[in-house]
């Protein structure tokens, strides 16, 4: 199946700086990649996705990046604000499936201090 | 309803005890699916039907697991003589359709705790 690995495991920042989160994935065929948001005691939410088409991706403050020749894409978050702290995850689909299952990267812990 | 509903929320069973665990996907959601994500963990994939069907369900660590789905909208996932190693959140997540492609939508999980 697919291997995504996730960078960096925590990530420390102030209030208004930026974050930034890299994944990598193994299977060049790959044509989605999601991220999600998951705040304690919460299921993950789905914050932005990025399908292998376009290069990047954004939405308000946060954005995504994709690079399928190293096969690696990233979150980044300006402006960061102490309620985006939580663990982010990055996800890319199972080889060659059509049903959509996922597999996750291990999560990064980002904490915004105010 | 508004979003994938999961109870118990908390779930406290002794080593042996069988435990099932419910999901309400979103309605008319087509896709569902069964993570489960130990502690400082990624989900990681259980099983996944599409309406009544279970199309796949390669993920499931024994036969202790069971899941079902009856009618094609709610879904219980069964554990048999429970391990501690069974410990973990179990996430229920829901899809308007199927294939690649289509964020899901996340219940807030079960907390099993074997003891």
């Known amino acids: 199946g697919e291997n995504v690995e996730q960078h960096p495991s925590t990530l420390s920042v102030q209030e208004g700086d930026s974050a930034v989160i890299k994944c990598t994935y193994s299977d060049s065929a790959s044509n989605y990649f999601p991220w999600y948001k998951q705040e304690l005691g919460k299921g993950p939410q789905l914050i932005i996705d990025?399908?292998?088409?376009?290069g990047e991706k954004k939405d308000q403050r946060i954005a995504v990046t994709l690079n399928k020749t190293a096969k690696h894409f990233s979150l980044h978050i300006t402006e960061t604000q102490p309620e985006d702290s939580a663990v982010y995850f990055c996800?890319?689909?199972?080889?060659?499936?059509?049903?959509?299952?996922?597999?996750f990267g291990r999560g990064t812990q980002l904490t915004v201090w105010p | 309803g508004a979003g994938v509903s999961q109870s118990p929320r908390y779930k406290v069973a002794k080593r042996g005890q069988d435990v099932a665990l419910r999901c309400d996907p979103i309605?008319?959601?087509?896709?569902l699916f069964w993570y489960q994500q130990a502690l400082g963990q990624g989900p990681e994939f259980l099983t996944y039907f599409q309406n009544e069907a279970q199309l796949d369900k390669s993920g499931l660590p024994s036969d202790r697991f069971f899941a079902e789905r009856p009618e094609g909208s709610v879904s219980t996932l069964k554990i048999q003589r429970t391990q501690q190693e069974d410990s973990a959140v179990y996430l229920c997540?829901?899809?308007?359709?199927?294939?690649?492609?289509?964020?899901?939508?996340f219940g807030s999980g079960t907390r099993l705790t074997v003891v």
């Open positions: 997540a829901s899809s308007l359709t199927t294939g690649q492609g289509y964020g899901y939508t």
């Open positions: 996800a890319a689909p199972d080889r060659g499936s059509t049903l959509g299952r996922l597999y």
């Open positions: 309605s008319g959601h087509v896709s």
């Open positions: 990025i399908r292998s088409n376009v």
